[in-house]
């Protein structure tokens, strides 16, 4: 599939069907003030190409993997090669949502030239067409840099959950005035840094609702209200894929359990497996008229080749 030079793509779709606009950071920038953004995060190909037919506007390839999918009880083990391995997934099979990758810990919190190098890995081996990082005026260099060499960034205040440690845990952001000030003062400093949206998580719906009318950019809210230009969740949350007993944030809105689809169709298959019931003949292949399956060739003394 080729690239048309105006950010669509073409070649893609079947003949008199034209094909859908690809998404780019200055689109989703526009929509501020126009209408609400709908993320979610994605880490593998069928997903991505399942939230792109449903209109979803970004897909985040977040470092949530490193929780939601290989069963970490935080994001900081998540590294750079498995995050751009997910993020080539993705991008390939997005067609019209902006797939955005997630700088993992310690990957832009070294020097501007190092997280320059890192983002671009996002673009040019896993496919993305911008990149997130956490953090406020200490992330300016990193983010002047990494936008110096063309690639869109997308910021994100409150909860930073790479700060784990130094926050004390997931713990909600903002809600005394000092810090409420100091959030709002470095939203305006990314915004004029030039991200291209924000990310406000677990942030009071009130500050919430006053960063997005102060800064010209999008707000895309994960508990923070109903205030921001656009939501996010990460998928295996909204989709209720979690082991059983597993916390849910308040945050959460459960559009289905697939968690309970998944074990019923196992058990259900299981028992089948069990009952000799699977597979039947429909489900079984046989051998062509008149030849003899290669079994009754090797019972009949015949030597394998």
Avoid: W
């Avoid at 169709?265 to 062509?288: I, L, Q, T």
């Amino acid at each position: 599939m080729t690239r048309g030079t105006t950010g669509t793509a073409t070649g893609a779709s079947s003949p008199g069907t034209p094909a859908p606009l690809r998404l780019t950071a200055p689109a989703i920038r526009a929509f501020k003030g126009r209408r609400k953004i709908a993320a979610l995060t994605a880490y593998d190909a069928p997903t991505a190409a399942l939230l792109d037919a449903a209109g979803v506007d970004l897909l985040l390839v977040g470092d949530s993997i490193e929780m939601v999918v290989y069963g970490a009880a935080d994001t900081l083990g998540a590294s750079l090669d498995r995050m751009v391995a997910h993020a080539k997934a993705v991008s390939g099979s997005a067609k019209r949502a902006l797939v955005v990758g997630d700088l993992p810990y310690l990957t832009y919190h070294t020097t501007p030239e190092e997280s320059v190098r890192n983002a671009a890995r996002f673009v040019v081996e896993g496919g993305c067409r911008a990149v997130k990082l956490e953090g406020g005026s200490q992330r300016l260099p990193m983010i002047k840099a990494i936008l110096a060499a063309e690639i869109p960034v997308m910021g994100h205040l409150g909860l930073t959950p790479q700060s784990v440690n130094a926050l004390g845990g997931f713990k909600v952001q903002g809600r005394r005035a000092t810090e409420a000030r100091r959030l709002l003062d470095e939203a305006k400093k990314l915004a004029d840094a030039g991200v291209f949206a924000l990310v406000l998580e677990c942030v009071p719906a009130e500050l919430a609702a006053r960063i997005t009318e102060a800064i010209p950019i999008p707000t895309i809210g994960i508990g923070a209200g109903a205030g921001c230009d656009g939501q996010v969740l990460v998928l295996h949350d909204l989709v209720g894929l979690a082991a059983p007993g597993a916390r849910v944030p308040r945050f959460v809105r459960r559009y289905a359990d697939v968690g309970a689809v998944i074990r019923d169709a196992a058990a259900a298959y299981v028992a089948d497996v069990r009952s000799g019931a699977f597979p039947s003949e429909a489900e079984s292949f046989a051998a062509e008229p008149g030849e003899a399956p290669p079994v009754a060739l090797y019972a009949a003394g015949e030597g394998r080749r």
